[in-house]
């Protein structure tokens, strides 16, 4: 009797632990997800549509989810996700401008759709590169594993000293502390802010530190304490090359030589043409500036002039479209205010920028640039303490702490 309970007691044992070893069927997710990104031109509301969903509740859910996120800044390649299920109901959209910030409108047990905001965590981090321009700066960067969007405000720092289409040559030093955005994982999300930076040439050899003064605002500024931020750009659009500068020249059209009171930047049609320094626009329409030839009606052609402070005012020819701004609009150095065409008496697709003081014309590529405003006297100690932090980098050559 004692070898038949223990017999049935081993083949209980052995069919309890036949059935944990049994695999547990995965629960199916009875739901079907639609993802999409939008096309140029196309609204967030014409893609959902355009997926065969209920006309009435698509409209319901982007106007809610509009109040969340302005869907007029929506761009290509923006991606959006439905949720429905099998009878094509919708019971969650979720629509991703970028990589952090993901916006949801969800459909409740009640049926009521309520919105949620899912922001990821980001750590920023500080690292320390440095290296010299073989081919450019860009291609120097990059080897350096610098990101592009890094590289570009490396370059709007420095733009008011150094032209970097023509400046740059082979032996000049760049050196960074930057900062990047980077996930749980480890992965680069997105670039952060440069807090310090250093260019070398045989001319230039200039730090730039951010600080933020007590007026929360934030500039570049050596270690004296003077902004590195100057009243006019040193040009005003990413251009190919110069096709004329500022003096006497033939001109190829009137057939005379006559005195050119600017710069011609050749570019490529359509290329944004920036303000060059704060002021207000004076003057948005066709404009003369030379005589006209065959009876056909000359000059700079499609033009916005500004007028800025202490009597100086800019002028920008032969553009193709204007901007947003009209002639009263207050514009800010960098807003675009024009594209690069060739209207007027022109060649070519081109850009002419003439710098007028007391409206006598300048030379831009001569002009005394003044820097914008100095650390306050009474900042002098916070910003010194400040850069000596920065400087620790330099010196260390590693990558700091993460920042929370």
Request: charged share 25%; proline share 3%.
């Amino acid at each position: 009797m004692r070898k038949v309970v223990i017999s049935i007691f081993v083949l209980l044992l052995l069919l309890a632990c036949s059935k944990s070893n049994e695999e547990i069927p995965e629960e199916i997710d009875p739901f079907i997800y639609k993802t999409g990104v939008l096309e140029e031109g196309e609204t967030l509301a014409n893609a959902l549509l355009d997926e065969g969903l209920d006309n009435a509740l698509v409209y319901k859910l982007v106007n809610k989810l509009d109040t969340l996120y302005n869907l007029r800044r929506a761009h290509p390649n923006d991606s959006f996700t439905v949720k429905i299920d099998s009878l094509n109901i919708i019971h969650e959209l979720s629509f991703k401008p970028d990589q952090i910030h993901n916006y949801r409108i969800i459909r409740d047990t009640s049926n009521v759709f309520y919105s949620q905001i899912d922001t990821l965590k980001l750590v920023r981090e500080i690292f320390v590169s440095e290296g010299e321009i073989v081919s450019s700066l860009w291609q120097g960067m990059s080897d350096e594993g610098i990101d592009a969007a890094t590289i570009v405000m490396f370059t709007q720092i420095f733009q008011w000293d150094i032209d970097f289409f023509i400046d740059p040559q082979k032996g000049d030093k760049f050196h960074i502390v930057y900062e990047k955005n980077i996930d749980s994982d480890g992965n680069f999300v997105k670039a952060g802010n440069i807090l310090t930076a250093k260019y070398s040439s045989k001319s230039y050899n200039e730090f730039a530190y951010r600080y933020t003064n007590k007026k929360n605002e934030t500039r570049y500024y050596d270690n004296k304490g003077i902004c590195i931020q100057k009243a006019f750009l040193k040009s005003p659009l990413n251009y190919r090359r110069i096709s004329s500068y500022f003096g006497s020249r033939y001109h190829p059209i009137t057939k005379k030589t006559r005195f050119h009171n600017g710069v011609d930047y050749a570019a490529s049609y359509g290329t944004p043409v920036e303000a060059s320094s704060d002021g207000t626009i004076i003057h948005r329409g066709w404009k003369g500036g030379h005589p006209t030839v065959n009876g056909q009606k000359g000059g700079y052609g499609k033009t916005i002039i500004i007028r800025h402070g202490n009597g100086y005012k800019t002028l920008y020819g032969h553009l193709s479209s204007y901007g947003k701004y009209k002639v009263g609009s207050r514009v800010k150095q960098h807003d675009v205010i024009g594209y690069v065409g060739s209207t007027g008496l022109s060649t070519g697709n081109h850009l002419h920028y003439t710098i007028y003081h007391y409206n006598k014309p300048i030379n831009p590529l001569r002009l005394k640039n003044v820097s914008g405003p100095p650390v306050p006297k009474n900042e002098m100690d916070k910003f010194l303490s400040s850069i000596a932090r920065l400087q620790r980098y330099f010196i260390s050559g590693s990558t700091a702490d993460s920042v929370n």
